[in-house]
């Protein structure tokens, strides 16, 4: 312990000497001009939040997020926690109970069932007919007030064969799963690959270095894992196989580093929706292309945070869309999380706003035009 503790005053960087990064948390001394922006412009959908997975089924800080939402003018909110089966119907209840005009629910692939976590050869998508089971879940599940499903990154980067190989993201097997979202009309929000630091070796040279030293399990890099581009040419092929399906990229489609690799994407795929959930961070970095993206990109964007997030960083997000402040913080964390910079808003017209926030949610999402309008009725004079 006192080796330890000498370590860390001689790496705290007074007086000039050794820092260590995971004390390095700079003050800037920028004066630059402060938008107090309380709450969105208009009314919002954010379609990417997970209530299962971070709330817990604890309805006190349900309640609390409500009233959250309620004064940020968040309409309603698009949880992707309902793995199909009991997981699908205990969100349902823990949601809908009391709030149902302000969610909608999807149904996530339950892949392994049960089989044994660790022995993939015991897990239910390697035994025959569970594409076909699975359409049937799900048409069940639309039944019940399914609005769409969510496949996790695990999809590619996690779920294995018997031979131990990684599941392939464009696998035939699961084609029918995908052509019946189609015919049920629901999307598919899908997270691929993770941000292009996390790939790269974990050394000086790494921009996110600080982040993955506290998240080595995040670290990507190496033979065991396929590369970014070899996930996302199979993705992409996913989407160009089934034209019928509205997909929709999580986080800027997992590239926002690059948004000219993005646009080739929209581009070429008419069925491919994106959300910024948690990459505001990248997207404010580059102010000038993300916003003429976005405006360019405007019928097929949606609004997302992987919240649900305190009060203080939803602010940052009405912050970097609505105003043209430059060099503030994207996180509520210090260090932030995502990156040690900050970020500068983008200031986005109001027809895109509206589009972004809510329109084209409407369009896409069922049970989401009802949902809005009603909240729209009752909060006409805010």
């Not at 980067?157 to 993201?169: F, M, Y």
């Not at 941000?195 to 600080?210: I, K, L, S």
């Not at 080739?264 to 102010?287: D, K, T």
């Not at 964390?333 to 040690?340: D, R, S, W």
Request: proline content about 7%; glycine content about 6%; hydrophobic content about 35%.
């Amino acid at each position: 312990m006192a080796a330890e503790t000498a370590e860390s005053n001689e790496l705290d960087g007074r007086n000039g000497g050794d820092l260590s990064l995971h004390r390095y948390n700079p003050k800037s001394q920028l004066k630059t001009k402060v938008t107090e922006v309380s709450r969105a412009a208009f009314p919002v959908v954010d379609v990417h939040t997970h209530f299962f997975y971070r709330l817990r089924m604890n309805r006190e800080a349900l309640e609390d997020f409500v009233a959250a939402m309620d004064c940020n003018r968040i309409a309603l909110c698009v949880s992707l926690d309902g793995k199909l089966g009991s997981q699908f119907q205990e969100q349902k209840e823990f949601l809908w109970k009391t709030h149902r005009d302000r969610f909608v629910l999807y149904a996530n692939v339950d892949w392994r069932c049960d089989g044994a976590t660790d022995d993939p050869s015991t897990w239910a998508c390697h035994r025959p007919g569970f594409a076909e089971r699975t359409v049937e879940q799900l048409r069940e599940a639309v039944k019940q007030g399914a609005s769409g499903l969510k496949l996790f990154k695990r999809f590619g980067l996690g779920h294995r064969n018997p031979d131990g190989s990684l599941v392939k993201i464009d696998d035939p097997r699961w084609d029918p799963i995908w052509a019946a979202c189609g015919e049920l009309q629901i999307p598919i929000i899908i997270h691929t690959a993770d941000p292009a630091a996390f790939f790269d070796p974990v050394d000086e040279r790494n921009e996110r270095w600080e982040e993955l030293s506290r998240h080595p399990d995040w670290s990507f890099h190496g033979e065991e894992f396929p590369s970014r581009e070899e996930l996302f040419e199979a993705r992409n092929r996913m989407i160009g196989k089934h034209p019928k399906t509205q997909f929709i990229g999580a986080h800027i489609a997992n590239s926002p580093e690059d948004l000219a690799l993005v646009s080739e994407w929209m581009e070429r795929y008419p069925n491919l929706w994106l959300e910024p959930a948690s990459r505001i961070n990248e997207l404010g970095r580059q102010p000038r292309a993300a916003r003429e993206f976005l405006i360019r990109y405007q019928d097929r964007i949606l609004f997302g945070t992987d919240g649900p997030w305190p009060k203080k960083r939803l602010k940052y997000y009405w912050r970097f869309f609505e105003t043209n402040d430059e060099a503030f913080p994207y996180s509520e964390k210090e260090p932030p999380p995502q990156g040690l910079w900050q970020i500068d808003g983008v200031d986005l017209p109001p027809q895109v706003l509206r589009k972004l926030y809510y329109e084209n949610a409407t369009k896409l999402i069922p049970g989401v035009r009802e949902r809005v309008e009603a909240f729209a009725a009752q909060h006409s004079s805010d």
